[in-house]
């Protein structure tokens, strides 16, 4: 081996452990001062001991108002605050701090509930906060709620609505393969925020006919300018996967001409269809009934609905 290469190596090592000395000379001044810093003076100064029992028993109580744990094994009463605050939460929990209570609700006099109760998780106990929802009170507004059952009123037994459903439970996710992973991803979240106002579904396979989408008037043409116009993911959706859909006003007589074809292609299923062998149940020897000849007994009315001629 040449002596310069040697030579380089020890260079090298020399190096290396001025450099190691100098790092572990900088951490210890380091900590040297953070002792400095917060270090405590000794005092001469001694608590005095309680001998009272009364006073010692304060203690117990005002320390079991600060902690006290919820569980499988809880037997005491959760300890409220002296305010007199009922959360009325059979659950228990943390009483709400009158700082910021009144910023819970936004009518009067309603009860928030506990901010967080303590529970058992597998890393340990944790504080798990209260929902931040409320019960909506409609799913539709009257309008739209409206055009729901007069719609109702005009379709077969066998076929539902079923209003508000997620975009996520209308699809199932491709293979990721050959795509961008973000790409992918963000297709995830953008079908987890959207829903579909109403689907036409056949009760008996519980399959998709028809999405519905109401449309939203835009009440002001700057804002929804400025926002990027009008949502067409659950269209470029509904039209990946297969999924006929309308764009409903709102009036069921100005859309009910779309949305027939749909209900009335949603014929009942056959002898065949049903793979059911109903000869069996014919005392006549009979092939069974036809349940496709049901159909040509029912005649769709634009105002009544389904009759029976």
């Avoid at 009760?203 to 028809?210: A, V």
Wanted: aromatic share 6%; charged share 30%; glycine share 8%.
């Amino acid at each position: 081996m040449p002596v310069w290469v040697i030579v380089v190596i020890i260079a090298a090592m020399l190096l290396g452990s001025v450099v190691i000395v100098w790092v572990s000379g900088t951490e210890d001044r380091r900590r040297e001062s953070r002792r400095k810093r917060f270090e405590i003076e000794d005092s001469t100064e001694r608590v005095p001991l309680v001998t009272d029992e009364a006073q010692r028993a304060k203690r117990r109580e005002n320390l079991e108002d600060t902690a006290t744990f919820l569980g499988a094994s809880q037997t005491a009463p959760v300890p409220h605050q002296r305010t007199g605050f009922d959360s009325g939460d059979p659950r228990g929990g943390l009483e709400p701090d009158p700082d910021v209570s009144n910023l819970l609700g936004d009518t009067a006099g309603e009860k928030t509930g506990s901010l967080g109760r303590l529970v058992n998780t597998p890393d340990g106990e944790t504080i798990l906060t209260n929902p931040p929802f409320r019960l909506r009170g409609a799913v539709f507004s009257k309008r739209h709620g409206k055009y729901t059952v007069s719609m109702m009123r005009r379709l077969p037994p066998w076929l539902v609505l079923m209003p508000r459903v997620r975009l996520d439970t209308l699809v199932t996710p491709t293979s990721p393969d050959g795509r961008d992973p973000d790409d992918w991803r963000t297709w995830r979240r953008r079908v987890r925020m959207r829903s579909v106002d109403l689907i036409l579904c056949d009760r008996r396979t519980w399959t998709p006919i028809l999405a519905i989408l109401f449309d939203r008037p835009a009440d002001n043409v700057k804002a929804s300018v400025i926002g990027g116009g009008r949502d067409n993911i659950v269209d470029e959706v509904l039209i990946a996967i297969g999924l006929p859909f309308v764009r409903a006003t709102g009036n069921l007589k100005e859309d009910w001409h779309v949305i027939r074809p749909y209900v009335e292609q949603a014929m009942l299923p056959s002898v065949g269809d049903l793979d059911v062998d109903e000869s069996n149940n014919d005392p006549l020897g009979g092939t069974g009934w036809d349940a496709s000849a049901a159909v040509t007994l029912l005649k769709i009315d634009d105002e009544k609905g389904w009759l029976l001629e």
